[in-house]
C-alpha cells in the first residue's frame, strides 16, 4: 500500500480501539482503495449504513466489494446500485436480500434491480453462494447479464435437471467456478469449458466414473476441490491424465482425505484378492501343484535333450562331466525312451489337470460378482435406472462378466504358466551359455517395448469396443421388447438401420483394435525370428571355436524358443488382463455404488393411524426442470384420496414419493408423524397394495404373477389367491382357462389383454391384504369394456375398503365417491376439498376439467 492508505489504516486503528468510529476523516481515503473501505466495512459492522452514507456522499467509485459479512439492507442495496465500476462482486448468502420465505430466490430480478446496467457489463467475479433454489431461466438471463464474467460462485444452491449442462454451456470462458454444496449429479459438458483453471466440487454426490474422466480433460485445470465429495471410481485415466493429476496432488484440498480416483489396476487387484480367497480349497491348491509339475517337466527337457544329443557325439564323452544329473537322465532316456515319452505325457496331464483346476476357481469368481453386482444392481434407487440404460447394465453382467472371468482364470492361469517358464528357461540359458546370452539381452528390449506401445494402444480400444457392444445391445434390447410396437408402425427398416449403425461403430474400432493387435504380433514375431537366427549364427561360431557344443547350442535353442513361446503367452496374457481391467473397472463401478435411498433399515412401520402428510415437498427428476415447488396435503387414515392434475403435473410422481422410490428435494413426507426417510423402505413398501396405469406381469403362470410380491410366497393359500383374483374380477376369465391359474401369461403377459392384465395386476396388490392402496390411473390405458370390469373390481374393493387408499385419476368420473381430491397445478396444490365441494368452485381448475371431459373437449392438458 501507498503512505496514503497506510494512513487510512492507522486512523481506522485508533477508531476502533478507542470507539471513535465517527471522526474517521474520509478524506484520507482514495476513490479507489478497495482494500481500505473494505477493511473499514469488516471491521465497523455496527457502523455500516453511516459507512455507506459517508462513501455514497463522497461518490465512492469501488472495483472489488464484498457483502460476505454482512445483512444486505436496503442502504447498503442502494450503495450497491451507485457502483459503476465493480469488477469484483462478493454477495456472500444475501442474507435478508433472498426472498423472505419463498422456496426459490429470483436471482435476476435481484441483480437487474441491485446492479447498475454499466457494471453489468464489465462484472468479472460474482458470488451468490446460499441455500434457496434459483428461479427458473436464470443460467441464460445470467449469462446475458455479465457477457464478460470469469469467475461464478454458486455454492449450496440447489441445481435441478439439466441446470448443469445448460452453466457449462452459457459461461464456457469461465477460470473459477465454486459449485460446492449444490445437489449437481453429473457433469455433462464440462469438457467444453477450456479455461477453467479452478474448481470446487466440494460435498457434491457424483454417480458416474465418467463425470471424473472429464474433468481430467481440462488441460488448463490447476486446481480442483473434492473434498467431502462421493466419488465414483474412475475406470480409466490415460497417461496425459496421470500426470495431471501427479501436478495437481500440490494443490488438492483433501479435508476429509475423499480423493478417490481408482484405477484399473486396483480394481484388478480387488479381484486377485477375490481369487485368492477362493483358492482355499483342496482342488485349487491341486491345480498349482499341477502348474509347478508340468513347468519343471518342460523346463527341464530340453537340458536333458541337449545332453542326449551330446551322449550321442562320441568325440564330446570324455569332456563330459559325468556327475551331472541332466547327463545321467539322458543316458536313462537313451537306453529306456518310452519313458521319456511317459514324462513328456505326465507333463500334459499335469497341463489338463491345472486347466482344469484354475477354471474352476476362476468361474467361482466369477460366479460370486456376478451375483454381487446384481444385488448390488436391484438395490439402487430409482434415480438410477433414469440414467442408466437397462441394456447397458445387462452388458455389464453379461459380456464384461465373461472378459472378466477369463481374465482371472484362464489367462491369469496361462500368464503365471509363461512367466514361470519365461523365468525358468532365461535362467537356464544363462546357466548352459553365458556368453549366448548376449544376444537375448539386445532383444529383449525390443520386444518388451513393443508390447507397452502395443499393448497400451489395444487397452484403448477394447474400452471403445466394450461401450460400443452395451450401445448396440441397447438397441437390440430396447426394439425387440418393444418389437409389437415396432411391427404395427412398420418400423422395421428404421431400427434395422440405427442397429447397423452401432454395429458398423463396432465394425470401425474392430478394424483399430486388430490393427493394434497385428502390429504388436507381427512385430514380435519379427523380433522373435532375428533372436533366433543370431543365435544360431553366433552358437555356430562358438561350436567352431569349441566353446560350445551342439547338445548345449540345440538347448539353448530350445530355451530359446520357450522364452519365446512364453513371451508370447505374455504379451496375450497381457491384452486380456487390459481387457479384464477395463471390464472389472465398470462391474465395480456398479458393484460399489451405493444406493441414495436405502432397501432396508429404520423404523418398521406398516399401517396409517392418524395421516399421511405432504409437508412443502419440492421435487425435480435428474436433467429436467422441477416438478414440485410446494406440495401440502394430507391423506388422512381409512379415507379414500384422489389426486388429479394436468398431464406431466406430476401425479404419478406422488405415489413414487409415497412409495419412497424417490425422496423429496425439499420437505418432507410424515406418516403419523414420522419422517417417511426414518421407516424402513422394504417394510413400508410391503404393506403397500399398487396398481399402476400398465402393469407388469413376468412370463410365468397367473399364480406366480399373483403371489408375487409376498415374501413367503410358499405361505399364501389357494384360497388366498382365489379370493384376491375375485375381488378383482379376474377369477371368471382365469377359470375359463384350460391350465386356469397354471396358465403361462407370455413374455410381459402378451397372452392377456389389457383389461385381463390390469385385473390380475390388482388380485396382486390385493393378496398381501395391504394396509394402504395405491391406484395409479389404474384404467387410463383400458378401451371401454375392459375400462368397465375394471372399474367394476375397483368399486367393489373401495365400497367396503377400511384401507387408506390414493387414487392417481385419469378419468374424473371415477373418483366422486372420494372422501378428498386433491388437484395439482404449476408445482402446488391448487385446489383440495370433495368432490361436491370443488364442483361448485365458478372457474375453479377441477370443474373446468370435469367439464372437459363430460363434454368431450381435449387439448393437451385434459385427460
Not at 513393443?450 to 494402444?457: D, I, Q
Not at 391423506?635 to 410422481?653: L, Y
Not at 394396509?771 to 367396503?800: P, Q
Not at 391448487?830 to 381435449?858: M, N, W
Request: hydrophobic letters at 40%; one cysteine or more; aromatic letters at 8%.
Amino acid at each position: 500500500m501507498n503512505s496514503l492508505e497506510d494512513l487510512a489504516f492507522k486512523k481506522i486503528s485508533e477508531c476502533i480501539t478507542n470507539g471513535t468510529y465517527d471522526s474517521l476523516d474520509y478524506q484520507l481515503i482514495p476513490y479507489h482503495c478497495d482494500k481500505v473501505v473494505s477493511e473499514i466495512l469488516k471491521s465497523g459492522k455496527e457502523w455500516k449504513d453511516e459507512i455507506f452514507r459517508h462513501l455514497m456522499d463522497r461518490n465512492f467509485m469501488l472495483s472489488n466489494l464484498d457483502f460476505e459479512d454482512f445483512e444486505l439492507d436496503e442502504t447498503g442495496l442502494k450503495f450497491l446500485r451507485n457502483q459503476k465500476i465493480l469488477r469484483f462482486l462478493d454477495l456472500g448468502a444475501l442474507q435478508n436480500g433472498e426472498d423472505g420465505e419463498n422456496e426459490t430466490f429470483d436471482v435476476i430480478r435481484f441483480l437487474e434491480s441491485s446492479l447498475n446496467p454499466e457494471c453489468q457489463k464489465i462484472l468479472l467475479k460474482l458470488n451468490i453462494k446460499g441455500t434457496k433454489q434459483f428461479s427458473n431461466g436464470w443460467i441464460q438471463n445470467l449469462s446475458r447479464m455479465f457477457p464478460l464474467l470469469l469467475e461464478l460462485s454458486i455454492s449450496g444452491r440447489q441445481l435441478f435437471g439439466n441446470s448443469g449442462s445448460l452453466l457449462f454451456k452459457n459461461f464456457p470462458n469461465l477460470v473459477h467456478l465454486d459449485l460446492g454444496g449444490t445437489n449437481l449429479q453429473n457433469l455433462d459438458g464440462i469438457q467444453g469449458m477450456k479455461n477453467l483453471e479452478w474448481l470446487s466440487l466440494k460435498d457434491l454426490d457424483f454417480e458416474r466414473s465418467v463425470d471424473l474422466e472429464e474433468i481430467f480433460q481440462l488441460e488448463n485445470l490447476k486446481f480442483l476441490d473434492l473434498s467431502a465429495s462421493s466419488t465414483p471410481h474412475v475406470s480409466s485415466i490415460t497417461y496425459k491424465s496421470f500426470m495431471l493429476l501427479q501436478m495437481l496432488l500440490n494443490t488438492f484440498q483433501l479435508n476429509e482425505a475423499i480423493l478417490l480416483c481408482t484405477t484399473d489396476w486396483q480394481n484388478g487387484w480387488r479381484l486377485f484378492e477375490k481369487y485368492i480367497d477362493k483358492i482355499e480349497t483342496s482342488i485349487q491348491k491341486l491345480g498349482i501343484s499341477f502348474l509347478g509339475v508340468s513347468s519343471t517337466i518342460f523346463l527341464l527337457t530340453p537340458r536333458v535333450l541337449g545332453k542326449l544329443i551330446d551322449e550321442w557325439d562320441e568325440t564330446k564323452q570324455d569332456k563330459m562331466d559325468q556327475t551331472d544329473k541332466s547327463l545321467l537322465l539322458a543316458r536313462y532316456f537313451k537306453e529306456n525312451p518310452v519313458a521319456l515319452v511317459g514324462v513328456l505325457m505326465l507333463g500334459a496331464l499335469a497341463i489338463a489337470a491345472r486347466i482344469y483346476c484354475m477354471h474352476t476357481a476362476g468361474q467361482l469368481v466369477i460366479n460370486d460378482l456376478r451375483k454381487t453386482v446384481f444385488n448390488s444392481v436391484l438395490r439402487q434407487d430409482m434415480a438410477f435406472f433414469d440414467k442408466n440404460k437397462v441394456g447397458e447394465i445387462v452388458s455389464r453382467l453379461s459380456t464384461d462378466a465373461l472378459i472378466v472371468g477369463y481374465s482371472v482364470s484362464m489367462n491369469l492361469s496361462d500368464g503365471a504358466r509363461a512367466l514361470l517358464t519365461c523365468l525358468g528357461s532365461g535362467g537356464l540359458m544363462v546357466y548352459t551359455s553365458l556368453a549366448m546370452c548376449k544376444v537375448i539381452v539386445v532383444v529383449v528390449p525390443v520386444i518388451v517395448g513393443t508390447f507397452a506401445v502395443f499393448g497400451k494402444l489395444q487397452r484403448k480400444y477394447t474400452l471403445m469396443m466394450q461401450e460400443a457392444v452395451a450401445g448396440a445391445n441397447q438397441v437390440a434390447t430396447e426394439r425387440l421388447s418393444s418389437v409389437r410396437t415396432v411391427r404395427m408402425l412398420v418400423a422395421e427398416k428404421k431400427e434395422l438401420a440405427a442397429y447397423s449403425d452401432k454395429i458398423n461403430e463396432i465394425w470401425l474400432i474392430s478394424k483399430m483394435e486388430g490393427l493394434a493387435k497385428g502390429c504388436m504380433f507381427g512385430s514380435f514375431q519379427f523380433t522373435g525370428y532375428l533372436a533366433l537366427s543370431s543365435i544360431l549364427f553366433y552358437g555356430s561360431n562358438l561350436i567352431s571355436q569349441g566353446l560350445l557344443t551342439y547338445g548345449e547350442l540345440s538347448s539353448f535353442c530350445l530355451y530359446a524358443v520357450l522364452s519365446a513361446g512364453s513371451l508370447s503367452a505374455m504379451s496375450g496374457f497381457y491384452l486380456e488382463l487390459m481387457k479384464g481391467l477395463g471390464a472389472s473397472s465398470r462391474l465395480f463401478e456398479l458393484k460399489d455404488r451405493e444406493p441414495k435411498i436405502p432397501l432396508e433399515g429404520g423404523i418398521q412401520k406398516g399401517n396409517v393411524q392418524e395421516a399421511i402428510r405432504f409437508e412443502h415437498v419440492a421435487f425435480g427428476y435428474a436433467d429436467r426442470d422441477p416438478l414440485f415447488h410446494n406440495i401440502s396435503f394430507d391423506v388422512p387414515a381409512g379415507k379414500i384420496t384422489a389426486v388429479v392434475g394436468s398431464s406431466g403435473s406430476g401425479k404419478s410422481t406422488i405415489a413414487s414419493l409415497l412409495l419412497r422410490l424417490y425422496d423429496p428435494t425439499n420437505g418432507r413426507i410424515l406418516v403419523d408423524g414420522v419422517d417417511l426417510k426414518d421407516l424402513d423402505p422394504s417394510y413400508w413398501r410391503r404393506h403397500i397394495g399398487t396398481v399402476g396405469q400398465e402393469p407388469v406381469l413376468f412370463s410365468t403362470t397367473i399364480r406366480d404373477n399373483i403371489i408375487y410380491g409376498s415374501t413367503e410366497p410358499e405361505k399364501v393359500s389357494e384360497a388366498d389367491i382365489v379370493s384376491a383374483a375375485e375381488q378383482s374380477n379376474a377369477d371368471e376369465f382365469i377359470m375359463r382357462f384350460p391350465q386356469k391359474y397354471d396358465t403361462k401369461v407370455g413374455e410381459h403377459g402378451s397372452t392377456l389383454s389389457g383389461g385381463q392384465k390390469q385385473r390380475i395386476a390388482i388380485a396382486r396388490a390385493l393378496v398381501n391384504k395391504p394396509n394402504i392402496l395405491i391406484m395409479d390411473e389404474a384404467t387410463s390405458a383400458l378401451d371401454a369394456s375392459s375400462e368397465y370390469l375394471v372399474r367394476i373390481a375397483l368399486n367393489k374393493l373401495l365400497a367396503n375398503s377400511k384401507q387408506t387408499v390414493m387414487i392417481i385419476a385419469h378419468r374424473l368420473s371415477t373418483i366422486k365417491h372420494a372422501d378428498q381430491i386433491v388437484v395439482v397445478d404449476k408445482g402446488s396444490v391448487a385446489e383440495c376439498g370433495s368432490y361436491e365441494e370443488l364442483i361448485q368452485i365458478p372457474d375453479g381448475i377441477f370443474r373446468k376439467l370435469v367439464e372437459k371431459q363430460t363434454f368431450g373437449f381435449k387439448d393437451q392438458d385434459s385427460y
